[in-house]
């Protein structure tokens, strides 16, 4: 049954986040408003009914946390931007949140309705690199993952459209390839801009040699952009020598775990699964059995594809090796 998340519901949770395994969270039905600025302490007061920085302290605390649902609910990536690289793709002024590392390493659903404000204007598509590389590292053992980005919030200030690039190659979400037990993907967005190739490497149809010598190429045209990336992380790095990096939770000391993030929203990050996906033996989301890119239900694989580009039909062979009963 799903709670409001109150601040006296929240201080509950707070108190025992051991016991915590399953989250159904909805937003107050009477306010419909975001906070532009990430929900700082100091707009807490301005009529909003939920508290989501409380709800990420609890993703940051709540080690046996299994279901997560957050229906409406909005989620920031700078909540997930553990090395502040935001700021080299985007001339905003940088967020204060203090971002931190989810220790419910074993979550199995994540429902999610992620936002990002002023840094969604931009094709640099980081913002999606950042969440699909965070997901990816942070929650190994996802069977459900469904992630909403919303066209368009409404403040207190005003109102603003946000254009996402969610699907593109550059977009990142080949990060979510090493994911062994996800079963069902389901990605809303009011259009899906990209090229086959981009894409259908979700389903076996698109990995053949003809789509990988496609993405091959979108990868070596990135030269340029690699290089200046390059170039704006080391003076980042330079500029933030010797400052503490704050972050919120204790997964924070898993060395492992943060080497595994170390080029988290980086396009080299792209470029370097990418080249892991093209080995031999690398099998792409072995339990994949449904896949929505758009606002509808999810379908096979290999359908969802039919539905999103005309592709040809499958031989016979094809058609044996992608059948399964579900």
Known sequence: MPYYLSPPMAKYLTEQPVALTTLNIIQVYHNLHCIHYG????????????VPITWHRLLCESSNLRHLKTLKMPYMTDYMDLHRRSVIYSKAVPSVIVPGVWICR?????????????HATARGSHQTRIAYGYIARVCPHLQDLRIRFPGNCEF????????????????????L???????????????????IAELNWLCQSGRNEEHRVRRRQLVEGWLWRLEHEAKLEADRLQSTAGAAIGLLGPGADDEKLMASLASLGLLQDVKDVMVT??????????????????????????KEMRSLFYVEPLGLIERLSNYSPF
């Open 277 to 302: 996906m093209d080995k031999y033996g690398f099998v792409c989301l072995p339990s994949l059995q449904l896949l929505a890119c758009g606002d509808h239900l999810p379908q096979r694989p290999e």
């Open 177 to 195: 390839s090493g994911l062994k037990c996800l079963e069902r993907l389901r990605l809303e967005y009011r259009t899906v801009e990209c090229e």
């Open 156 to 175: 207190f200030e005003g109102y603003a459209q946000w254009k996402h690039h969610p699907f593109v190659l550059e977009g990142g979400l080949c990060l």
């Open 106 to 118: 074993g979550l199995e659903r994540l429902h999610l309705d992620l936002h990002t404000h002023e």
């Open 39 to 50: 929900w700082l302490a100091n707009y807490l007061d301005r009529g909003s009914g939920y």
